[in-house]
């Protein structure tokens, strides 16, 4: 049974950082690529970032490109996302991600940014 569990989210000032985190487990983890995506209210929810399976290679969203960072860590079965320069419009639930045979998703966990 797949399951991913988001954590790391909360309130942070213009400026600040904050570092997701999402624990995966009921799948060969190292084998598929992750991914973080966010939602707004009233927004389609949108893709934040993916890190490979191979090789890590990474690509991200136009609006996070220079302030966001994806990564993982295969032998912790774990994905982050480390966020610098957070804006206003940064503030979401978000979601990791990961197609299995289908897509799944966690729980989400809010990040707002507000000062």
């Known amino acids: 049974q797949v399951q991913l569990v988001e954590s790391g989210g909360g309130l942070v000032q213009p400026g600040g950082s904050l570092r997701l985190s999402c624990a995966a487990s009921g799948f060969t983890f190292s084998d598929y690529a992750m991914s973080w995506y966010r939602q707004a209210p009233g927004k389609e929810r949108e893709l934040v970032a993916t890190?490979?399976?191979?090789?890590?290679?990474?690509n991200y969203g136009d609006s996070v490109k220079g302030r966001f960072t994806i990564s993982r860590d295969n032998a912790k079965n774990t994905v982050y996302l480390q966020m610098n320069s957070l804006k206003p419009d940064d503030s979401a639930v978000y979601y990791c991600?990961?197609?299995?045979?289908?897509?799944?998703w966690g729980q989400g966990t809010q990040v707002t940014v507000s000062s």
């Open positions: 890190v490979r399976s191979a090789g890590g290679r990474t």
């Open positions: 991600n990961v197609w299995y045979f289908k897509p799944y």
